[in-house]
């Protein structure tokens, strides 16, 4: 897998600003929450969802033994420790101690972040030291690549 492009990835995340907040929703300019955002993103830059997403709680209190958002964005992206989460990364954030981590954004710059906020929709706003002790995953928008082998063909992960 390689990653995509992250000036990309961040021109086309702030093609949203100014989305309506809108739960479990996903389309620029009319409604979308937190994940809705990075599933739009995705859209773009990758191309289609590689599987539907299933109904979700908007608790961030939830605790679980899964970090399901995680875990599912392990199964398309490519995981980085959250220190070194950089522009153009997808970011997870941890609301309550031991909770999920259930929020979304995706990081514009060394210091700032894109996401969807109920009652404010997209907004891009400073990565706070409040927010930084929030990170609990970070992950790369990343495209599978066919090389090949002579009669073989692997994918580079």
Known sequence: ?????????IAIARSWL???YHDQASLRGV???CLGLARGVWREVVGPEPFSIPPYSRDWGET?????LADGARRMMIE???????PGALVLFRMKPRAIAKHVGIQTGPDSFLHAYERLGVIEE???PSWARKLAFAFLFG???AVF???RDALIA
Not at 1 to 9: E, F, G, L, T
Not at 80 to 86: D, G, K, L, N, T
């Open 1 to 9: 897998m390689i990653s995509a492009d992250p000036n990309r990835v």
């Open 80 to 86: 980085m420790p959250p220190a070194e989460a950089c």
């Open 143 to 145: 495209k599978w690549v």
């Open 64 to 68: 679980g033994p899964r970090e399901v």
């Open 149 to 151: 082998f002579g009669k």
């Open 126 to 128: 400073p990565l706070t």
């Open 18 to 20: 100014g989305t309506p």
């Open 31 to 33: 409604g979308c929450d």
